[in-house]
């Protein structure tokens, strides 16, 4: 299986029992766990936070679809060249929009790939943001509410891509090793 990260990784069974349980549901769900769960297993309390902050804005209910919320990330990582988020994030992205090749287009060049009007604003926004925080302003997001994104949906996207920019960063610091299961995904039938 190889290295998962360059400071190792800590089993399922070893870490503390709240975050066994919440780790064990998602193992449960897809079943496998996520090496980024295992690389942040050795800092309890950093796994813990990133988790929280992750749920609250991936999985909070209303404004941008699950799939709308994993296409920043595929775009924002590939931006950030990290391999372990493209990879895993892809995947979801694929299950979530049920687009075999949805995932690959939009890591590798996210601006030609072909997305409607509200996809498209999503997309541009999340990118300003990524690549250049400093030159970003009030032109970008106008260009986002001339596109019918509302106030919430600007502000997730513009969250779920500073949190991704902190993942991607991890992802680097560790060297991640994405899991195997990952690239099967969305992809082929689960079995």
Excluded at 1 to 28: C, H, K, N, T, Y
Excluded at 61 to 83: D, M, W
Excluded at 136 to 160: H, K, M, S
Aim: with cysteine; hydrophobic share 45%; charged share 30%.
């Amino acid at each position: 299986m190889g290295d998962v990260s360059r400071f190792g990784a800590v089993e399922l069974e070893d870490l503390p029992d709240d975050l066994r349980e919440r780790i064990g549901a998602i193992a449960g769900k897809s079943g496998f766990v996520p090496n980024i769960f295992r690389a942040l297993g050795h800092r309890p309390a950093e796994l813990r936070a990133f988790l929280d902050y992750h749920d609250a804005l991936m999985e909070r209910e209303g404004g941008l679809s699950k799939a709308e919320r994993e296409l920043i990330v595929v775009a924002t990582s590939g931006a950030n060249h990290c391999t372990y988020c493209v990879v895993a994030h892809g995947a979801i992205l694929r299950v979530r929009a049920k687009d075999p090749q949805l995932a690959d287009r939009v890591a590798s060049n996210p601006y030609q790939v072909d997305l409607d009007e509200r996809g498209r604003a999503i997309v541009d926004l999340a990118l300003a943001l990524a690549h250049d925080s400093a030159a970003f302003g009030d032109e970008d997001i106008e260009v986002a509410r001339e596109a019918g994104l509302t106030e919430d949906e600007i502000w997730d996207v513009g969250a779920i891509t500073a949190l991704f920019a902190m993942s991607n960063r991890l992802a680097h610091l560790t060297a991640l090793r994405p899991n195997d299961e990952f690239y099967l995904m969305g992809r082929v039938p689960r079995t």
